[in-house]
């Protein structure tokens, strides 16, 4: 049983017209950086349940609860959560679900965290919470966008970055516009052509890395499936420990 409890709206921020970031107040259960919950509002005629799965952006010590979404297209939930104010009530999950957590991946020299758009959420979460990352040597982060506006967890990022003392490497990506201080195109393509381990000055191999993958279903396939031809990678599976490990988002 993981009943529905009441969420309040604390704040709806909106960092360009398709992205925003609710924070909420509600009793859930204590979670794991990483993890995801579930979101739902009842539809215009109050008589069906509209509810999506969305990670956690904030630390598990934090006990405000920060949810980052994108206004999908026709998107029946998004669209309903974007128009919410300070003060209104939505229905969130008592208890988290899934893997996506450090707990999983076994220690290694170099952990590769991959996002696309906001699912750079859940690495803000376990990176803010600092636990269990003594395992890794090194930990480059790596956040594809579409256009630079969208990189908007890049200062939180940056404040984090600090507290990690030279272990913890940030790379963005955009793919639709040039930014000076991004690559620019796709994380595969960025990957076969030896430009992102170029730039940041570390390989990723078999041995010595784990991969952790978020975010479009397309991007986590190709890349996948790169790592696994080119690279000799395999999936993190919970019978059989590999080398990477994966959430789509939709
Ligand atoms: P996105 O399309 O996921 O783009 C984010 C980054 O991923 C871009 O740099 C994009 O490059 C890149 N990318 C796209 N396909 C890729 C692939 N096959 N391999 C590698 N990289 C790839 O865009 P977003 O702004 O984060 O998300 C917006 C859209 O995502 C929404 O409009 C919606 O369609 C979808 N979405 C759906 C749901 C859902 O629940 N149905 C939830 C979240 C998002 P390019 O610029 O080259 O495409």
Known sequence: MN???????????????????????????????????????????????????????????????EIYIVRVKNGKLSNLLYKLNSGDTILIKENASGFFILDEIPPCKKLWMFATGTAI?????????????????????????????????????????????????IQTITSREKDNNSLFGRIPFLLKNNILEKKIGLKIDAENSHVMLCGNP???????????????????????????TMENYW
């Open 218 to 244: 397309e991007m986590v396939k190709d890349t996948c499936l790169y790592l696994q031809k080119s690279r000799f990678m395999k999936k993190n599976l919970r019978r059989q420990k590999g080398q990477i």
């Open 3 to 65: 009943p529905w409890i009441n969420a309040t709206v604390l704040e709806n921020r909106k960092w360009t017209n398709n992205l925003f970031s609710l924070i909420l107040n509600a009793s859930i259960s204590p979670f794991k950086a990483g993890q995801f919950t579930k979101l739902a509002l009842y539809d215009e005629q109050q008589e069906k349940k509209i509810q999506r799965a969305y990670s956690f952006v904030n630390a598990p010590s934090d006990k405000k609860i």
């Open 121 to 169: 959420g859940p690495y803000c979460s376990i990176l803010e919470e600092h636990k269990n990352t003594e395992k890794y040597e090194n930990i480059i982060l790596v956040h594809a966008v579409r256009k630079k506006n969208e990189l908007t967890y890049l200062s939180l990022l940056k404040k984090i970055h600090k507290k990690y003392n030279g272990k913890l490497k």
